[in-house]
T-cell receptor, first 115, second 111 residues
Framework: KAGVTQTPRYLIKTRGQQVTLSCSPISGHRSVSWYQQTPGQGLQFLFEYFSETQRNKGNFPGRFSGRQFSNSRSEMNVSTLELGDSALYLC??????????????FGQGTRLTVV | GESVGLHLPTLSVQEGDNSIINCAYSNSASDYFIWYKQESGKGPQFIIDIRSNMDKRQGQRVTVLLNKTVKHLSLQIAATQPGDSAVYFCAEGYNFNKFYFGSGTKLNVKP
């Protein structure tokens, strides 16, 4: 059974650009959550999608957005990139809604560097 | 590998000893807690969870203790092995929504 796949693994962008990251959940999982991980702030919740609908949202500016497709694959987009957006972006997939028990699995993340 | 925290508190233990990693959570209404392990270059991996109606839960070599009075969570690892070296995060959530993660503790196991 394939795990959670995030692409690309590494990305370098320039300030002001926009970026799209992709997450393919484990087959059969319908919930995808996104997190930002930085050395200073740790893991911070961005948003969660379930059945193509955003169910929860963290405290990030509107430059951060996401969507989920009918096959449960999810993308997150960051517009007008800032240096502070440099981070490891992780997605987690689970069967149900919410980060529940053993059902949640994380991908390896996309390392975004903004220069 | 990926850097998950340059200024994390570090716990160093000898192989074979027991490890205790602590976490203080912030929301007294939190009703669900999870411990994750993150190795360098990998995403977090679920270890064990506990609901607020429990104060102790045991897994394989791991035990989680919850003290709601002081909003404290701990992870005990028995007979720590070199493969246990990683960063450990606790996460708190309310009604399975909006999980918040602690900053993490780096466990260093000395052979």
């Amino acid at each position: 059974k394939a795990g959670v796949t995030q692409t690309p693994r590494y990305l370098i962008k320039t300030r002001g650009q926009q970026v799209t990251l992709s997450c393919s959940p484990i087959s059969g999982h319908r919930s995808v959550s996104w997190y930002q991980q930085t050395p200073g702030q740790g893991l911070q919740f961005l948003f969660e999608y379930f059945s193509e609908t955003q169910r929860n949202k963290g405290n990030f500016p509107g430059r951060f957005s996401g969507r989920q497709f009918s096959n449960s694959r999810s993308e997150m987009n960051v517009s007008t990139l800032e240096l502070g957006d440099s981070a490891l972006y992780l997605c987690a997939s689970s069967l149900g809604f919410g980060l529940q028990s053993t059902e949640a699995f994380f991908g390896q993340g996309t390392r975004l560097t903004v220069v | 590998g990926e850097s998950v925290g340059l200024h994390l508190p570090t716990l160093s233990v000898q192989e074979g000893d027991n490890s205790i990693i602590n976490c203080a959570y912030s929301n007294s209404a939190s009703d669900y807690f999870i411990w994750y392990k993150q190795e360098s270059g990998k995403g977090p991996q679920f270890i064990i969870d506990i609901r607020s109606n429990m104060d102790k839960r045991q897994g394989q070599r791991v035990t989680v203790l919850l003290n709601k009075t002081v909003k404290h969570l701990s992870l005990q690892i028995a007979a720590t092995q070199p493969g246990d070296s990683a960063v450990y995060f606790c996460a708190e959530g309310y009604n399975f929504n909006k999980f918040y993660f602690g900053s993490g503790t780096k466990l260093n196991v000395k052979p």
